[in-house]
């Protein structure tokens, strides 16, 4: 019996696979892949004669029975996944009946499409003394919230917001970020396809016209939006710097020129 490994693909680029990811994929029997957004990765790395299917069509009954299939078959079984597993995936799903059928499986983490976007649009999701925290979420579609987990709680926090799987629902995320008291003119990025080569689109705006915005370019789906107070912090003229390359601050491998106040790494 094989393993089966869920290998995140990253957000689009092939090139940012992690190695671990490629080399499964050059040594796998199999690889069942996640719709257009992991092809090439998969296509690319394949050996010859490796089994390779796209699970666009198949339901999570058919998914799990191809991937028992082949690791009845195979050593290395690859379910390429976009981004990182851990999100917005089927990784419990698929684990559980691959568990009851008795088979290995493991997880190789991707580049997820929420550090692609920062990275495309040159952004800091953490900024010192305006935002250290990041929210990873969505807003309710076919998949509702948890209680507690509307976008207009979670954004009471006002720290930085990566929305998954809203770039439809805009609209709700207007109204939710408005309800916790957003301002109109707070900044939204929204990237297309990050990474994608020739195929990624940033569009920046506010929390007033960004849906707007996105109307007018054409941008419904695969699409990541970023709300937080540290965007485009590039071009502010004052930033409070990371205390970390202060010349008085001492830690591990530098001493400080006067003795540290507080907070040590
Ligand atoms: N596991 C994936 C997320 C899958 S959910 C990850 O870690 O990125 C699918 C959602 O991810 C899309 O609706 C979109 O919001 C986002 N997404 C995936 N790839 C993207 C990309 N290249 N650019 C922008 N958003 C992307």
């Not at 079984?77 to 995936?89: A, C, E, N």
């Not at 202060?246 to 400080?256: A, E, I, K, L, Q």
Request: aromatic residues 4%; hydrophobic residues 45%.
């Amino acid at each position: 019996m094989g393993t089966v490994w869920f290998v995140g693909a990253g957000p689009g680029d092939p090139d940012l696979i992690t190695v671990k990811g490629r080399d499964l994929i050059a040594s796998a029997g199999a690889i069942l892949y996640a719709g257009s957004l992991v092809s090439e990765a998969a296509l690319r790395w394949a050996p010859p004669g490796c089994a390779v299917a796209d699970s666009k069509t198949m339901t999570l009954e058919e998914i799990s029975a191809w991937l028992i299939g082949q690791a009845q078959r195979h050593a290395v079984v690859v379910r390429l996944q976009t981004g990182d597993p851990s999100l917005y995936g089927t990784l419990i799903e698929l684990a559980q009946p691959l568990d009851a059928a008795g088979i290995d499986i493991a997880v190789v983490p991707g580049i997820s499409s929420a550090m692609a976007a920062a990275a495309s649009a040159v952004e800091s999701l953490t900024l010192p003394e305006i935002t250290q925290t990041v929210i990873l979420t969505r807003v309710a579609g076919r998949t509702p919230m948890p209680a507690g987990e509307s976008l207009a709680e979670l954004a009471r926090h006002r720290c930085t917001l990566c929305l998954f799987l809203s770039i439809t629902l805009l609209k709700t995320v207007q109204d939710e970020l408005r309800d916790a008291g957003w301002p109109d003119d707070a900044p939204v990025l929204v990237v297309h396809k990050a990474s994608w080569p020739g195929e990624e689109r940033i569009i920046r705006g506010t929390l007033a016209d960004i849906r707007e915005r996105c109307r007018t370019a054409r941008i419904n789906s695969q699409a990541m939006i970023i709300a937080s107070p540290a965007l485009g912090a590039r071009h502010w003229p004052v930033v409070a710097k990371s205390r970390l390359y202060d010349p008085t601050f001492t830690h591990r491998f530098r001493r400080g020129a006067t003795p540290p106040v507080e907070d040590k790494p």
